[in-house]
């Protein structure tokens, strides 16, 4: 049989076993054995089980991700993460759709402590949802902006997914962070933009609050803010300054957390417990994932998938941003039934020598892989920030309001896109400007 037919077939093999709920990482380590020995035989995949999963966990580099774990777990266990949302919301509920917009802002500034998409919808959503149902706010508008705006977890650094990305395509992981601020500021403003737009032309989706809060209380609220910003300027302006590496970035980000946690003598033995745990159960789970990603792209680099889709691009003359596009396409269409970290690791192997052949920079495509899998996060059938807020807000909200919600912020999403492919320093910039 021929190798390319394998690859398929294995492709194949591993979204069947997906659709059967049959877990990711058991699913990629099973049918890329499998795989490897159909092509090389059995001691060539038996060696692949033995060495690969070690040379992949043992990576410095990784050792960035059960440190940003921490970081976000102390945060949000020590309450943290509350106060965000409070003097947000003082400050902004006067505008139309204020409290949907300090929402928005909130999980922008939560989501550059947690360097996770599930973790900044799972947190916000507790937080802000019941306000603004309290407020008698649109069903979906309230848990559409905190599913949409969560995702930005994965791109205000620190992110994981860029840890993942950087690793793989063996691109600067500290750039790719940076590169990822403008865009998700970006983002969050056009989603502003939308929030307060809609709005105003319709103040039924966001009736006026009825408190009116003194400029003392907005003030007084900006007291219990400052860890927040001193978290993130201490992780961001480390790496920006080159003091720091992405890895040592994480370290010093949870050192952080612990500091500013204890300071507020909010850090007792059952929250760090707690945050521990949560680290280690994400880390877990992230690496065994990857260790099956890994054996998949030694599965596919075998099989020849990747020459024979540089080949079939040859032969239909798409070129240069035809690539890119037919990533992008690839991308939305898997992120609607995929994890993000599973889809990313999956798809890394088949189109980095695509994008590498093309001459195109990994930074400011690992940017736009970070936004096609936000927006896999919040597409139907399978938007995992979708189900996450589902599963805060229980029976209040149906699931298909949430998605009906989620599509305002669908276009903007596909906006961004837009602007980052046409304008390529937007996440360039602040990446030129490193050392």
């Given at each position: 049989m021929d190798n390319v037919l394998i690859g398929c077939l294995g492709l194949g093999a591993i979204l069947v076993l997906l659709a059967l709920r049959v877990p990711i990482a058991i699913t990629l380590i099973s049918v890329s054995l499998a795989g490897i020995y159909s092509i090389v035989g059995e001691r060539a995949a038996i060696g692949s089980l033995k060495t690969i999963p070690y040379e992949f966990v043992a990576h410095w580099s990784l050792s960035a991700i059960p440190m940003f774990l921490l970081m976000g777990a102390v945060a949000f266990n020590a309450g943290i993460v509350s106060s965000i949302y409070k003097a947000a919301r003082l400050w902004l509920a006067g505008l139309p759709g204020g409290l949907a917009i300090a929402s928005n802002f909130a999980c922008a500034g939560f989501a550059a402590a947690s360097g996770s998409s599930v973790a900044t919808s799972s947190a916000m959503g507790r937080i802000a949802v019941p306000e603004m149902l309290k407020f008698k706010y649109d069903k979906g508008l309230a848990t559409g902006v905190v599913a949409a705006a969560g995702t930005l977890g994965s791109l205000i650094p620190p992110s994981i997914l860029m840890v993942?990305?950087?690793?793989?395509?063996?691109?600067?992981?500290?750039?790719?962070?940076?590169?990822?601020?403008?865009?998700?500021?970006?983002?969050?403003?056009?989603?502003?933009?939308?929030?307060?737009?809609?709005?105003?032309?319709?103040?039924?989706?966001?009736?006026?609050?009825?408190?009116?809060?003194?400029?003392?209380?907005?003030?007084?609220?900006?007291?219990?803010?400052?860890?927040?910003?001193?978290?993130?300027?201490?992780?961001?302006?480390?790496?920006?300054?080159?003091?720091?590496?992405?890895?040592?970035?994480?370290?010093?980000?949870?050192?952080?957390?612990?500091?500013?946690?204890?300071?507020?003598?909010?850090?007792?033995?059952?929250?760090?417990?707690?945050?521990?745990?949560?680290?280690?159960?994400?880390?877990?789970?992230?690496?065994?994932?990857s260790i099956g990603a890994v054996l998949l792209s030694r599965f596919i680099a075998l099989s020849g998938i990747p020459f024979a889709m540089i080949d079939f691009a040859e032969h239909f003359g798409i070129q240069g941003y035809g690539i890119v596009l037919f990533c992008g396409v690839v991308f939305l269409i898997l992120g609607m039934f995929l994890d993000p970290i599973g889809l990313l690791l999956i798809a890394l192997p088949v189109f980095l020598p695509m994008i590498e052949a093309s001459g195109f920079d990994l930074i400011w495509f690992g940017i736009l892989v970070i936004k096609f899998l936000e927006i896999g996060l919040?597409?139907?059938?399978?938007?995992?920030?979708?189900?996450?807020?589902?599963?805060?807000?229980?029976?209040?909200?149906?699931?298909?309001?949430?998605?009906?919600?989620?599509?305002?912020?669908?276009?903007?999403?596909?906006?961004?896109?837009v602007l980052l492919v046409v304008f390529p320093k937007i996440s360039l910039f602040l990446p030129g400007l490193m050392q």
């Open positions: 993942l990305y950087g690793t793989f395509a063996e691109a600067s992981i500290s750039k790719l962070m940076i590169a990822g601020i403008i865009p998700g500021i970006l983002t969050a403003g056009i989603y502003a933009v939308m929030i307060a737009a809609r709005c105003k032309i319709n103040p039924e989706l966001a009736p006026p609050v009825d408190f009116k809060p003194s400029w003392n209380e907005r003030f007084a609220s900006l007291r219990d803010v400052w860890p927040m910003p001193l978290l993130i300027l201490g992780v961001i302006g480390g790496l920006y300054s080159g003091i720091v590496t992405a890895t040592e970035a994480g370290a010093l980000g949870a050192f952080l957390s612990i500091v500013i946690a204890a300071g507020y003598r909010r850090l007792t033995w059952d929250v760090m417990l707690q945050s521990i745990k949560d680290a280690l159960y994400g880390t877990g789970v992230i690496f065994f994932v919040i597409t139907p059938p399978v938007g995992l920030s979708v189900y996450t807020i589902k599963g805060v807000v229980g029976n209040t909200v149906p699931l298909g309001t949430i998605f009906k919600g989620i599509l305002w912020f669908l276009a903007c999403e596909l906006l961004v896109v």
